[in-house]
Antibody, heavy 121, light 113 residues
C-alpha cells in the first residue's frame, strides 16, 4: 500500500526558504505512471495548488508562485521536495503532497496527511 | 481569492438531498476542462469524491453525483448522512500565458441538521 508522508521544519522565519520533503513508501517516484504534486491550505481557507513534477523531472508551477517555487525529485530515495523562497506570513499553511496518474482524467487521488508550516520570527 | 465560486454553506436534514454549485468562466470550466470534487474534514487530507465531472472513484457511495454544464458544475448528495458533514471543494483547470494551472473553489461547508 503506497503512502505519502510530508516532513520538514514546522516554523520558518520570514524572508527565509521553506523546504519540505515528501517520502513515498510502497512505491517509486521514478515510475512514469505517476506525477507528484504539492498543495497548501491556510487555516480556515481553501486549497491552493503549488505545482507538480513528473518522473522525468519536468515541472509545472502555479503562476502566482512560480518565481519562488522549485520542486525536485530524488528517485534514489523515493522522495520529492518543495522549496519556497522569501516566505512571508501569507505562506503559513498546511502543506500536502499528493500523487496523480499520468494521462488519466482522475486527478491526485493519494494524499499525505499534511504538515503545518508557520512563518514567524 | 478562489477562482471558482461556491456557496459558503449548505445544510439539510438526514435523508435529504443537497446540491453544491461551482461557478467558473470561459477560461476554466467553460473551456471544457474537467471538474473534480473533493471532500475534506478540516485538518485532514482531501478525499477525491468525483472526477471528470461525473465519475466516482471506487469506494465512493453512489449517493454522490456530479454534473457539468457550460461554465458551471454541481455536486449532489442524496440521502444525506451525518458522516457527510465536511467541507467540499471543486477543482478544475485554467489556461494562463504560463500554461495550465489548477484552480479551486472557495469551499462549501455541509451541515447535517
Amino acid at each position: 500500500q503506497v503512502q505519502l508522508q510530508e516532513s520538514g521544519p514546522g516554523v520558518v522565519k520570514p524572508s527565509q526558504t521553506l523546504s519540505l520533503t515528501c517520502t513515498v513508501s510502497g512505491g517509486s517516484v521514478g515510475s512514469d505512471t505517476y506525477y507528484w504534486s504539492w498543495f497548501r491550505q491556510p487555516a480556515g481557507k481553501g486549497l491552493e495548488w503549488i505545482g507538480r513534477i513528473f518522473a522525468s523531472g519536468s515541472t509545472n508551477y502555479n503562476p502566482s508562485l512560480r518565481s519562488r517555487v522549485t520542486i525536485s525529485i530524488d528517485s534514489s530515495k523515493d522522495q520529492f521536495s518543495l522549496r519556497l523562497t522569501s516566505v512571508t506570513a501569507t505562506d503559513t499553511a498546511l502543506y500536502f503532497c499528493a500523487r496523480g496518474l499520468v494521462g488519466a482524467r482522475q486527478p491526485e487521488d493519494l494524499w499525505g496527511q499534511g504538515t503545518l508550516v508557520t512563518v514567524s520570527s | 481569492q478562489s477562482v471558482l465560486t461556491q456557496p459558503p454553506s449548505v445544510s439539510g436534514a438526514p435523508g435529504q438531498r443537497v446540491t453544491i454549485s461551482c461557478s467558473g468562466n470561459g477560461s476554466n470550466i467553460g473551456t471544457g476542462y474537467d471538474v473534480h470534487w473533493y471532500q475534506q474534514v478540516p485538518g485532514t487530507a482531501p478525499k477525491l469524491l468525483i472526477y471528470g465531472n461525473d465519475n466516482r472513484p471506487a469506494g465512493v457511495p453512489d449517493r454522490f453525483s456530479g454534473s457539468k454544464s457550460g461554465t458551471s458544475a454541481s455536486l449532489a448528495i442524496t440521502g444525506l448522512q451525518a458522516e457527510d458533514e465536511a467541507d467540499y471543494y471543486c477543482q478544475s483547470y485554467d489556461s494562463t500565458p504560463s500554461g495550465l494551472t489548477y484552480v479551486f473553489g472557495s469551499g462549501t461547508q455541509v451541515t447535517v441538521l
